[in-house]
Nanobody
Framework: QVQLVESGGGLVQAGGSLRLSCAAS????????MGWFRQAPGKEREFVAR????????YYTDSVKGRFAVSRDSAKNTMYLEMNSLKPEDTAVYYC?????????????????????WGQGTQVTVSS
C-alpha cells in the first residue's frame, strides 16, 4: 500500500511560483508512474502532469506546458511540481497520484481511474 503526502501549497500572486512536493512511502517499488491532478471549485478534476518513475519521462496538459515542470527524486521517493508564471485559473486543490501500471497511451494518462493511490490534496491559490 502506497501512501502519498503532498506539501508546498499556499497563496501566491499571479506571475509567482510555488513548488509542490509529494512524498511516497510503503511499497513504492510497485509504482510505475506518479503525477498530479487538480480540482477547482465547481469544476471537474483534471490531469496536470505525469512522470514515469524509472525513466523520468514527462507529460503535461496543454494549459501548463512551459510553466510547470514535474520531476522525481528516486532516492527520496519524492515527486515535485515546480509551478511558474502562475495564473488565477491555476487555483485548485492539487492531488498527488501514483499509478502501478506503465502506460503508453495519452488517454490513459488523463484517466483518474487509472491511478490507484491518491494524496489528501494541497490547496494552491493564485490571486490576481
Amino acid at each position: 500500500q502506497v501512501q502519498l503526502v503532498e506539501s508546498g501549497g499556499g497563496l501566491v500572486q499571479a506571475g509567482g511560483s510555488l513548488r509542490l512536493s509529494c512524498a511516497a512511502s510503503g511499497g513504492t517499488f510497485s509504482t510505475a508512474a506518479m503525477g498530479w491532478f487538480r480540482q477547482a471549485p465547481g469544476k471537474e478534476r483534471e490531469f496536470v502532469a505525469r512522470v514515469t518513475w524509472k525513466t523520468g519521462n514527462t507529460y503535461y496538459t496543454d494549459s501548463v506546458k512551459g510553466r510547470f515542470a514535474v520531476s522525481r527524486d528516486s532516492a527520496k521517493n519524492t515527486m515535485y511540481l515546480e509551478m511558474n508564471s502562475l495564473k488565477p485559473e491555476d487555483t485548485a486543490v492539487y492531488y498527488c497520484v501514483a499509478d502501478k501500471i506503465l502506460r503508453f497511451r495519452i488517454s490513459d494518462y488523463l484517466d483518474s481511474g487509472n491511478y490507484a493511490y491518491w494524496g489528501q490534496g494541497t490547496q494552491v491559490t493564485v490571486s490576481s
